[in-house]
């Protein structure tokens, strides 16, 4: 089975940044696409920002012009810098992965906004 490595949440003050990583165990076999969701408590998970193995990217309304994903070359891993962060990004965020069509999901790291 593939295995997400997530890896970068922690606690930051509103108008801080934070990058996340995330990477899969799978070595043979290049992702098609890769990202990050986000699940607030109480409320359902939504798409944050993915990467397509070409380079083209998607991001979420709320976090577009803040957030910026990339991947690294090679590798089925990816990064979401966070900048500008506010309360509202408060959630645990969660690596999803897509390789030979099956989906895969991290664990979830939780990123705290608060003063």
């Known amino acids: 089975q593939v295995h997400l490595a997530e890896s970068g949440g922690g606690l930051v003050q509103p108008g801080g940044s934070l990058t996340l990583s995330c990477a899969a165990s799978e070595t043979d076999f290049a992702f098609q696409y890769m990202g990050w969701y986000r699940q607030p408590p109480g409320k359902a998970r939504d798409l944050v920002a993915l990467?397509?193995?070409?380079?083209?990217?998607e991001y979420a309304d709320s976090v577009k012009g803040r957030f910026t994903i990339s991947r690294e070359n090679g590798k089925n891993a990816v990064s979401l810098q966070m900048n500008d962060l506010g309360r509202e990004d408060t959630a645990a965020y969660y690596c999803?992965?897509?390789?030979?069509?099956?989906?895969?999901w991290g664990q979830g790291t939780q990123v705290t906004v608060s003063s």
């Open positions: 999803h992965v897509v390789i030979q069509g099956y989906d895969y």
């Open positions: 990467i397509y193995h070409g380079g083209a990217t």
